[in-house]
């Protein structure tokens, strides 16, 4: 009888675990503490909330398109000067995003140290995202056409978790840096709710396309005048 590796263990129970305890938290906060986030602290610059927006975007569509369109993309992948492009606008959305989220844990540090409560575990998530990002630009620097790794590797993994059937053999067999940047993700994605976070503060799309707007209205009142 074969004992399966912790390793292989983690990958196979971790995901789903994390998808319960984020649903769990996210129930007792809307459902006991009223959705309460806590003091509310200082904005960040309208650079850095679009920061925040481009490079969640770029990330997302990124990691889901590969993911729900396998095809499509290795035929992307196909061609290397695709890939280099695919592999830099990655790049940019992960710094942008990284940017983005020091943005926030600095605003929050801020505010810990002026005396407002509550800010320690918001700040840990933040530190955690923060993290998170930083080993996805590691892993686009160090290891060269890392999109067709997870276009590969990684993304039939998540969807074998998406269909209740977790084949964890490729993924245990990857860099130990593919498995961290993993592992952080779903310890991120288990800890969110916990911290009290709005969602504003990591997609904060309501703010810029608030600026939007106002520009647009100070730009219309221009040309009227």
Same mark, same amino acid.
């Given at each position: 009888?074969?004992?399966?590796?912790?390793?292989?263990?983690?990958?196979?129970?971790?995901?789903?675990?994390?998808?319960?305890?984020?649903?769990?938290?996210?129930?007792?906060?809307?459902?006991?503490?009223?959705?309460?986030?806590?003091?509310?602290?200082?904005?960040?610059?309208?650079?850095?909330?679009?920061?925040?927006?481009?490079?969640?975007?770029?990330?997302?569509?990124?990691?889901?398109?590969?993911?729900?369109?396998?095809? %499509? !993309? #290795? &035929?992307?992948?196909?061609?290397? @000067?695709?890939?280099?492009? +695919?592999?830099?606008?990655? /790049?940019?959305?992960?710094?942008?995003?990284?940017?983005?989220?020091?943005?926030?844990?600095?605003?929050?540090?801020? %505010? !810990? #140290? &002026?005396?407002?409560?509550?800010? @320690?575990?918001?700040?840990? +998530?933040?530190?955690?995202? /923060?993290?998170?990002?930083?080993?996805?630009?590691?892993?686009?620097?160090?290891?060269?056409?890392?999109?067709?790794?997870?276009?590969?590797?990684?993304?039939?993994?998540?969807?074998?978790?998406?269909?209740?059937?977790?084949?964890?053999?490729?993924?245990?067999?990857?860099?130990?840096?593919?498995?961290?940047?993993?592992?952080?993700?779903?310890?991120?994605?288990?800890?969110?709710?916990?911290?009290?976070?709005?969602?504003?503060?990591?997609?904060?799309?309501?703010?810029?396309?608030?600026?939007?707007?106002?520009?647009?209205?100070?730009?219309?009142?221009?040309?009227?005048?």
């Amino acid at each position: 009888m074969n004992t399966p590796s912790i390793s292989s263990a983690a990958f196979t129970y971790l995901p789903y675990l994390a998808v319960f305890g984020f649903l769990g938290a996210w129930m007792y906060r809307i459902g006991i503490l009223r959705n309460n986030h806590g003091p509310r602290v200082g904005g960040i610059s309208a650079a850095s909330e679009g920061a925040l927006v481009v490079g969640f975007v770029t990330i997302f569509l990124g990691h889901v398109a590969t993911t729900l369109a396998p095809g %499509a !993309m #290795r &035929a992307l992948l196909a061609d290397i @000067e695709r890939v280099a492009v +695919i592999e830099s606008a990655g /790049l940019v959305g992960a710094l942008l995003f990284s940017w983005g989220i020091f943005a926030r844990l600095r605003q929050r540090w801020l %505010a !810990m #140290r &002026a005396g407002v409560p509550e800010q @320690e575990p918001r700040i840990m +998530i933040l530190a955690l995202a /923060l993290i998170t990002s930083f080993s996805g630009v590691f892993l686009t620097i160090s290891f060269r056409w890392i999109t067709a790794w997870y276009a590969y590797i990684s993304a039939p993994y998540v969807r074998s978790l998406i269909v209740l059937e977790p084949q964890t053999a490729s993924m245990v067999a990857s860099p130990m840096a593919v498995k961290l940047h993993a592992l952080l993700f779903i310890m991120l994605l288990a800890a969110w709710p916990m911290a009290g976070l709005p969602w504003e503060e990591l997609f904060p799309f309501k703010g810029v396309s608030k600026r939007i707007a106002e520009a647009a209205l100070a730009a219309e009142s221009e040309n009227h005048k």
